[in-house]
């Protein structure tokens, strides 16, 4: 990473650090280490990966969520629903009943539930962009069920409700 920096000019920054310890940058920081300052190059940044690629080539599109992040990602939610399907299937070791019982309850996830997520998903992000904390958005998300997006006067809901 150093000889690219170098490459392109960036003298001082290749004699940073290759990367941080246990590759977890200041939060902010764009010139901590050789990793970081490669990352946040023009060209680096504009760099699609092989898999959208691939996917643009066939005609789909590819949408990158937060790992792990059962709210704002309705793929977990998802992928709950199917393990909860999955589990009603009667217990096997046997590789080929496994995969027929994952392909089965993966395909059993209705498309209304899965629109369904994807709305709750876009009503937590919008509580997050609103300045909402966990607690706020779970009450905020509840109590607008029925709405794609909060409100504008969610932060007056949530005086009046001592939330």
Known sequence: MAVILHERGLIQESKLWAQCKDFKCAK???NCCCRRVLYNQPDFVAVKSNLER???ARGFSV???PKFHCELNFIEQCWGYAKRIYRQYPTSSKEVDLERNVLSALESVPLDSMRRFSTRAC??????HKGLN???AAWASKKYR????LPDSILHDLDGAHV
């Open 123 to 128: 009503r937590f992000m919008d509580a997050y």
């Open 54 to 56: 691939i996917c643009k």
């Open 28 to 30: 902010g920081a764009t």
């Open 63 to 65: 949408l990158f969520l």
């Open 134 to 136: 966990g607690k706020q």
């Open 146 to 149: 029925g709405h794609r997006v």
